[in-house]
């Protein structure tokens, strides 16, 4: 994934959890370099659930939690979150996303 492909406002997602699934969010805001991105996470909304234990949710453009953190975008791996996660380009156009807890 090269930065010409990324913009400021673009989504990043990931899914985490053992036993769950949990969806993280980040919202490009600015673009440092080639290979650079400055991000923030951002709150999403609850679409439906059932019982506390699953829910469909959104993420909500513009709608910032915390700082801005700045992430290396690789190629082939999105951009590295940690040392054992990575978030991957999405779409705004998603209608929702699934969290759900085993």
């Given at each position: 994934?090269?930065n010409?492909?990324?913009?400021?406002?673009?989504?990043?997602?990931?899914?985490?959890?053992?036993d769950?699934?949990?969806?993280?969010f980040?919202?490009v805001?600015?673009?440092?370099?080639?290979?650079?991105?400055?991000?923030?996470?951002?709150?999403?909304?609850?679409?439906d659930?059932?019982?506390?234990?699953s829910?469909?949710?959104?993420p909500?453009?513009?709608?910032?939690?915390?700082?801005?953190?700045?992430?290396?975008?690789?190629?082939?791996?999105?951009?590295?979150?940690?040392?054992?996660?990575?978030?991957?380009k999405?779409?705004?156009?998603?209608?929702?996303?699934?969290?759900?807890?085993?």
């Amino acid at each position: 994934m090269a930065n010409t492909e990324l913009k400021v406002g673009d989504l990043f997602h990931r899914s985490r959890g053992y036993d769950m699934t949990i969806n993280d969010f980040w919202q490009v805001v600015k673009i440092k370099s080639p290979h650079t991105i400055i991000v923030r996470k951002i709150w999403t909304e609850v679409i439906d659930g059932y019982l506390g234990w699953s829910w469909r949710e959104k993420p909500i453009k513009d709608n910032f939690i915390g700082e801005e953190e700045k992430y290396r975008v690789g190629k082939h791996w999105g951009i590295k979150v940690n040392d054992y996660a990575h978030a991957w380009k999405s779409n705004w156009d998603n209608d929702w996303y699934f969290n759900k807890m085993d």
